[in-house]
């Protein structure tokens, strides 16, 4: 962990313990009455724990021996919290976590290592695509269980396209391909035909995976400063052919806000996010869109986990918080209650009846393109090490000098890989 966030940790610690998390699974005040007291800490918004308390309340129906101390609150300050909890040995029971933080704190011992529970069939993952619950590995152990997935997805603006009598993206096109066809539609349309991705760690991923190498090697650098600079390099060309917006538009569209990507806004046709996104975002816009895998080989695609539940190495009641993330991640009913909320449901069967079950047809496309990738997805990569957070913040610095012409794609990959390194190395 590094110290200004430790320090943070610490600082919030004061506001924190008072509250509803004093306590959590560090002592033997769980088991009250015959019976289990399991802490749960999550974030998200008020459906969120409006969804997931259904689903514990469902749970406690059928083992009315356990009983749940629960705790959510919004993104911003939740690992900061987490961090306090953890440093006091004070950790929830189960708790959920991203891949951004996953192996930190695998690597610091916080989480158990769900394998044995695995292998003995305690904890479900045999519906699961192997590629999903694979990404909970860390240094050999699983420390997450993935509770919803996503991969990458190139979403357009069908409306546009169709009545400017163009041609749709497909998933297998080349990168050199699309950005043809954005020039194309782009002048069809009048409107760029797509969002220049230079500055997504996500789609420079995919494209690294299709040229034979990783993000990351274990604590380092999968890639060169070369291969960074061809990146920077095909989109310097789409830029200059008008593929893509100008410079002060992409800007824009490089925030994670889902109001802000540019297929929302109509200043592309094209935005690239995670696929599973792809319902938030037709609900900002009247037109109908449409959503493809990234260009290239889909093979280099995997199956990401959207965020795990983890269970606290400390804790007192270890096989009660597995039952409960089974639960969770396996029971019909629960998969009924809390839908796509965290993600496309790991469990296929619970994802196609959640598919089946559901009249929007922007959730319909999310998981078809998922059904159709599953059967594609390659080995998927190890989870990101800490300091992950700051490289994509360092990536689209560097991206965005090239994309803004203050440095050149080669100064821009020099800029980035070092401050990569530092980032992963710190």
């Known amino acids: 962990m590094t110290a200004p966030r430790l320090l943070r940790g610490l600082m919030a610690a004061a506001l924190v313990l008072p509250l509803a998390l004093a306590g959590c699974g560090g002592d033997d005040s769980g088991s009250k009455d015959g019976k289990t007291e399991l802490t749960f800490f999550w974030w998200g918004g008020e459906a969120r724990a409006k969804l997931t308390q259904q689903a514990l309340d469902l749970y406690k129906s059928k083992h009315p021996d356990i009983t749940f101390k629960t705790t959510w609150q919004a993104n911003q300050g939740y690992f900061d919290k987490l961090a306090t909890l953890t440093a006091g040995s004070d950790a929830p029971d189960i708790f959920q976590i991203d891949d951004n933080y996953l192996a930190e704190y695998a690597t610091r011992n916080v989480t158990e290592d769900l394998t044995k529970y695995k292998d003995s069939g305690k904890l479900d993952v045999t519906k699961f695509p192997e590629s999903l619950w694979k990404y909970g590995v860390v240094d050999n152990k699983l420390?997450?269980?993935?509770?919803?997935?996503?991969?990458q997805g190139l979403v357009f603006n069908k409306t546009k396209l169709e009545a400017a009598k163009q041609e749709l993206?497909?998933?297998?096109?080349?990168?050199?391909?699309?950005?043809?066809?954005?020039?194309?539609?782009?002048?069809?349309?009048?409107?760029?035909?797509t969002?220049?991705?230079?500055?997504?760690?996500?789609?420079?991923?995919?494209?690294?995976?299709?040229?034979?190498?990783?993000?990351?090697?274990?604590?380092?650098?999968?890639f060169t400063q070369e291969d960074v600079q061809k990146w920077f390099e095909l989109w310097k060309g789409a830029r200059d052919a008008k593929a893509t917006p100008t410079a002060d538009v992409i800007h824009e569209g490089?925030?994670?806000?889902?109001?802000?990507?540019?297929?929302?806004?109509?200043?592309?046709?094209?935005?690239?996010?995670?696929?599973?996104?792809?319902?938030?975002?037709?609900?900002?816009?009247?037109?109908?869109?449409g959503v493809v895998a990234y260009p290239g080989d889909p093979s280099a695609q995997w199956a990401r986990a959207s965020m795990y539940f983890s269970v606290y190495r400390g804790s007192k009641h270890k096989d009660a918080a597995i039952d409960v993330i089974n639960f969770l991640a396996n029971d019909p009913e629960?998969?009924?209650?809390?839908?796509?909320?965290r993600?496309?449901?790991?469990?296929?069967?619970?994802?196609?009846?959640?598919?089946?079950?559901?009249?929007?047809?922007?959730?319909k496309a999310s998981i078809a393109l998922e059904d159709e990738l599953v059967k594609k997805f390659g080995t998927p990569p190890s989870v990101p090490p800490k300091g992950h957070s700051t490289v994509k913040t360092e990536l689209r610095k560097a991206a965005e000098a090239a994309q803004f012409g203050t440095a050149t794609p080669a100064q821009a990959a020099e800029q980035f890989v070092k401050a990569a390194q530092a980032a992963i190395s710190g």
């Open 143 to 151: 420390a997450g269980l993935a509770f919803g997935e996503n991969t």
């Open 254 to 289: 490089n925030e994670t806000d889902i109001t802000k990507q540019t297929v929302v806004t109509g200043k592309a046709l094209t935005s690239w996010v995670w696929a599973n996104q792809m319902p938030d975002i037709q609900k900002n816009t009247k037109d109908e869109l």
């Open 195 to 222: 969002m220049d991705p230079s500055a997504d760690y996500k789609a420079l991923w995919v494209w690294l995976r299709q040229n034979g190498k990783q993000f990351y090697n274990g604590n380092q650098l999968g």
């Open 343 to 363: 993600g496309l449901p790991s469990n296929l069967d619970i994802r196609s009846q959640v598919a089946a079950g559901t009249t929007d047809p922007a959730m």
């Open 334 to 341: 629960a998969g009924k209650i809390l839908g796509t909320d």
């Open 169 to 193: 993206p497909k998933t297998g096109m080349s990168w050199e391909d699309l950005i043809a066809w954005a020039q194309k539609a782009g002048a069809a349309t009048k409107i760029p035909g």
